[in-house]
């Protein structure tokens, strides 16, 4: 329950950190720092069943957060009800990441390292606009920057003037730039990949980094994953036939494609234009092509894969 005392923002005395999404969710929903604080301290706080962190509610501000002894990691934060129906106003917003926190392993999402205070790099659209203070898990690439670098990272979300892409918006323009379908979880990876690093920056579109890090087949980004699983939870797509494997089809249901149309028609025209014939020379290259595609022209993300030399001496045949 809330606490009957109000307790002001001023005797917030934590250490505050907090995800680009959460961010720039504070920039879409018009949500301070004082805002986080006095919600953490005077909210009522529920465990989210859904993923890491606890939920804390005061009046119209939801805050899902991590903690541990002075230190809070703000995972995300929104306003209920203050903007049009939108899938960003679907009770899944308190589901964050794949994984519980594991004892001694702080990192909230994919709980298999410690948490590093570094400098980590503001990628937007595969732009650079500066290196921040934070801590970043080494393992999901999961980056929590600091209070301070959290009002610079927010003042550059602010002067690209443009809305910025997340991660499961990406995913919407992706299959809406196509009448078919795509197959395979690792075809629709290296897609999603292509997509932010190639054609989203030649055409000047702001985009959330996913955090691509090398994995076992190359490429691969715990934010992509964990969107493709939340938009198939609210109904904006379908996923059938066997799971990993590439026989698995991605697809818009009927009210994913109402949502993707409205952000697909908000990208540049040359890019709408464009994005179809791109997605159907990725379709037809098939799991074997766009593999051996990305592998070539992306060494930086081949070191931890398994199938490396398979890839780029042998081909592939029958892998997702």
Same mark, same amino acid.
């Given at each position: !329950?809330?606490r $009957?005392?109000?307790?002001?923002a001023?005797?917030?005395?934590?250490?505050?950190? #907090? %995800?680009?999404e959460?961010?720039?969710e504070?920039?879409?929903?018009?949500v301070?720092? %004082?805002?986080?604080?006095?919600?953490?301290?005077?909210?009522?706080?529920?465990?989210?069943?859904?993923g890491? =962190?606890?939920?804390?509610?005061?009046?119209?501000?939801?805050?899902?957060?991590? $903690?541990?002894?002075?230190?809070?990691y703000?995972? %995300?934060?929104?306003?209920?009800?203050?903007?049009?129906?939108?899938?960003?106003?679907?009770?899944?917003?308190?589901?964050?990441?794949?994984?519980?926190?594991?004892r001694g392993?702080?990192c909230?999402r994919c709980?298999?390292?410690? &948490?590093?205070?570094?400098?980590y790099?503001l990628?937007i $659209?595969?732009?650079?606009y500066?290196?921040?203070?934070g801590?970043?898990?080494?393992?999901?690439?999961?980056v929590?920057?600091?209070?301070?670098s959290?009002?610079?990272?927010?003042?550059?979300?602010?002067?690209?003037?443009?809305?910025?892409?997340d991660?499961?918006?990406?995913?919407?323009?992706?299959?809406?730039?196509? +009448? @078919?379908?795509?197959?395979g979880?690792?075809?629709?990876?290296?897609?999603?990949?292509?997509?932010?690093k190639?054609?989203l920056q030649?055409?000047d579109?702001?985009a959330?980094?996913?955090?691509?890090?090398?994995?076992?087949?190359?490429?691969y980004s715990?934010?992509?994953?964990?969107?493709?699983h939340? &938009?198939?939870?609210? =109904?904006?797509?379908?996923?059938?036939?066997?799971?990993s494997?590439?026989?698995?089809?991605?697809?818009?249901t009927?009210?994913g /494609?109402?949502?993707?149309? @409205?952000?697909? *028609?908000?990208?540049?025209? *040359?890019?709408?234009? @464009?994005?179809?014939?791109?997605?159907? =020379? &990725?379709?037809?290259?098939?799991?074997?092509?766009? #593999?051996?595609?990305?592998?070539?022209?992306?060494?930086?993300y081949?070191? /931890?894969?398994?199938? +490396?030399k398979?890839?780029? $001496?042998? =081909? !592939?045949?029958?892998?997702?």
């Open positions: !329950m809330s $009957s005392r109000f307790t002001p001023e005797e917030f005395h934590c250490e505050l950190n #907090l %995800t680009l959460a961010n720039t504070m920039i879409n929903d018009d301070s720092d %004082t805002d986080i604080k006095e919600s953490i301290l005077n909210g009522e706080k529920t465990e989210n069943y859904h890491g =962190g606890a939920i804390y509610r005061y009046g119209v501000i939801v805050v899902v957060a991590d $903690s541990e002894p002075c230190h809070f703000v995972i %995300t934060v929104w306003k209920i009800n203050t903007k049009k129906p939108s899938y960003k106003n679907k009770p899944y917003r308190i589901r964050r990441y794949m994984r519980r926190k594991q392993l702080p909230p709980g298999k390292a410690e &948490l590093t205070y570094s400098t790099p990628e $659209s595969g732009k650079i500066g290196e921040f203070d801590c970043g898990c080494p393992n999901c690439g999961i929590y920057f600091s209070e301070e959290s009002k610079k990272i927010r003042e550059v979300l602010q002067s690209l003037r443009k809305p910025v892409l991660p499961k918006e990406l995913i919407l323009v992706l299959l809406y730039s196509s +009448k @078919e379908p795509i197959r979880a690792v075809c629709f990876m290296k897609e999603a990949f292509l997509l932010f190639e054609k030649e055409f579109v702001p959330l980094s996913p955090n691509f890090i090398s994995y076992h087949y190359g490429p715990f934010d992509i994953d964990e969107a493709w939340d &938009l198939e939870e609210i =109904g904006l797509i379908a996923i059938e036939g066997r799971r494997s590439n026989k698995e089809t991605f697809y818009l009927r009210e /494609k109402t949502e993707a149309k @409205e952000i697909y *028609d908000s990208l540049p025209e *040359d890019l709408k234009k @464009e994005l179809p014939e791109w997605r159907r =020379g &990725l379709d037809e290259l098939g799991n074997d092509g766009i #593999l051996k595609d990305v592998y070539l022209k992306y060494h930086e081949t070191d /931890k894969s398994k199938i +490396k398979q890839v780029l $001496s042998y =081909g !592939m045949h029958g892998r997702a």
